[in-house]
Nanobody
Framework: QVQLVESGGGLVQTGGSLRLSCAVSGGTASSFTMAWFRQRPGAEREFVAALRRYNSNPYYADSVKGRFTVSKDNAKNTVYLQMNGLKPEDTAVYYC??????????????????WGQGTQVTVSS
């Protein structure tokens, strides 16, 4: 019933910016811990950022802290990932996810029940 649809990916030069959106339907974004993960070919899916359920405390991977910002608009039931200062190593498929908000699993793929289909982000050097 819950569906997540990502958008906003594309091709950008090093140092550029993109804003990804995750539209939530069939549920309320504020009732979940909402997260962004990314995956490159041949690599495991890795945690990027999250907003924790209830208090919306933000969490970031060390590799993106200071460059990326996760936020949400409750009126639009949409979660965002603002990406600034993009680097070639940020190139990946980015996925939106919704989970139960258990702190011990917040950074783990197994901590999330719902996933979007992904949006490609490519950063040229």
């Amino acid at each position: 019933q819950v569906q997540l649809v990502e958008s906003g990916g594309g091709l950008v030069q090093t140092g550029g910016s993109l804003r990804l959106s995750c539209a939530v339907s069939g549920g309320t974004a504020s009732s979940f811990t909402m997260a962004w993960f990314r995956q490159r070919p041949g690599a495991e899916r890795e945690f990027v950022a999250a907003l924790r359920r209830y208090n919306s405390n933000p969490y970031y991977a060390d590799s993106v802290k200071g460059r990326f910002t996760v936020s949400k608009d409750n009126a639009k039931n949409t979660v965002y990932l603002q990406m600034n200062g993009l680097k070639p190593e940020d190139t990946a498929v980015y996925y939106c996810a919704a989970g139960n908000g258990i702190l011990s699993t917040l950074r783990l793929v197994t901590g999330y029940n719902y996933w979007g289909q992904g949006t490609q982000v490519t950063v040229s050097s």
